[in-house]
């Protein structure tokens, strides 16, 4: 039943803490500033109160210290969960008091992104092997001392894609939610029940946020909550030992990042054209006529298709033993 409760808890909390956090957050002037070379539809936006994060990660805190036993793996979940919120927080908060669309530099913001990991990397104990299971081939690789190596790109690569998600109303919120419950079933089969019940009080969290994140958003959750929601992916995928599934599962994700890699790129190559009207993706379908509400549906149905593949992939492969090097 603990399944049950920590889902009920997390959204129960974060919609008691959203009531009382964004008229705080309106008081205080803590708006978002949109950037004018966005979607012209967006400039209404602007005021809306963000660092809405913040209700996601306390109530997330709450609930797993009140439904999952002490266990180190739950420990550096949460680690990288509230870590990588914290680097949002200040980006965020530099945003606000200082009423731009840019906080911290992206060297900045990498170098306490690489702080966070590391602080996971020498973590004391043995919380995970370093080892890796590679899908459709079933086998497992060691990766020795590459493990930490491949980690530290992992977190940074997840967090970044997340964040990149994060645009519309709902959208990060919405595709996380099938991303999550795609972990939680994978823990269940893989006898890992606090995994399960970490990434449910996702679920709940993401749930409860939406309740003032649907359009049109009373908050946003601003790279507080996103960059916790890449931490909160990226360490279920490490716990559940399918970072390199997590490539199909997060397929949102990474169509995303790959659009802005792609339109970056093209653009340097070409001096000045574009592949999509706008990057990330998601704008791209905005800027072709799509009503924001459309892409985000859209969108969150794509993940979910993401995320069910990337579960019967994993129950189709672990029908066959698994070779290990």
């Known amino acids: 039943m603990h399944e049950f409760w920590i889902v009920i808890t997390s959204f129960a909390l974060t919609v008691l803490i959203g009531k009382f956090l964004i008229p705080e957050l309106h008081k205080w002037h803590f708006g978002q500033s949109i950037r004018?070379?966005?979607?012209?539809?967006?400039?209404?936006?602007?005021?809306?109160p963000t660092m809405g994060g913040i209700m996601m990660i306390v109530?997330?805190?709450?609930?797993?210290?009140?439904?999952?036993p002490f266990d180190p793996h739950i420990i550096v979940a949460l680690w990288l969960f509230v870590g990588y919120g914290l680097i949002g927080f200040i980006d965020d908060g530099l945003k606000v008091f200082f009423k731009r669309n840019l906080?911290?530099?992206?060297?900045?913001?990498?170098?306490l992104q690489i702080l966070v990991a590391a602080v996971y990397l020498f973590y004391p104990g043995d919380v995970y092997s370093t080892s890796i299971w590679i899908p459709i081939v079933n086998e497992t690789v060691d990766l020795g001392y590459f493990y930490p190596v491949f980690i530290l790109l992992l977190l940074v690569g997840t967090t970044n894609a997340v964040n990149l998600t994060d645009g519309l109303d709902?959208?990060?919120?919405?595709?996380?939610i099938p991303v999550m419950l795609a972990f939680a079933v994978l823990a269940l089969?893989?006898?890992l029940p606090h995994e399960m019940l970490f990434s449910l009080a996702i679920?709940?969290?993401?749930?409860?946020?939406l309740v003032y994140n649907h359009h049109p958003a009373r908050v946003f959750m601003g790279d507080t909550g996103s960059l916790a929601l890449g931490g909160a992916v990226a360490a279920t995928a490490i716990g559940t030992h399918t970072e390199i599934l997590l490539v199909l599962i997060g397929g949102v994700y990474v169509i995303e990042t790959v659009s802005v890699i792609m339109q970056v790129l093209y653009f340097k190559k070409t001096g000045g054209k574009r592949i999509f009207?706008?990057?990330p993706i998601h704008h791209h379908f905005e800027?072709?006529?799509w009503p924001e509400t459309t892409v985000v549906v859209r969108f969150v149905l794509a993940s979910a298709i993401c995320s069910a593949a990337g579960v019967v992939l994993w129950m189709l492969n672990h029908a066959l033993p698994v070779e290990i090097h």
């Not at 004018?36 to 809306?48: A, D, I, L, Q, V």
């Not at 109530?59 to 999952?68: F, G």
């Not at 679920?203 to 946020?209: K, L, N, P």
């Open 36 to 48: 004018e070379c966005g979607p012209k539809e967006h400039m209404k936006k602007s005021g809306t």
């Open 59 to 68: 109530a997330v805190i709450v609930a797993c210290l009140m439904w999952i």
């Open 103 to 111: 906080g911290l530099t992206a060297r900045q913001k990498m170098a």
């Open 170 to 176: 709902g959208l990060a919120a919405g595709v996380t």
């Open 189 to 191: 089969f893989e006898d």
């Open 203 to 209: 679920v709940g969290s993401c749930v409860g946020f």
């Open 277 to 279: 009207r706008m990057t």
């Open 287 to 289: 800027l072709g006529g």
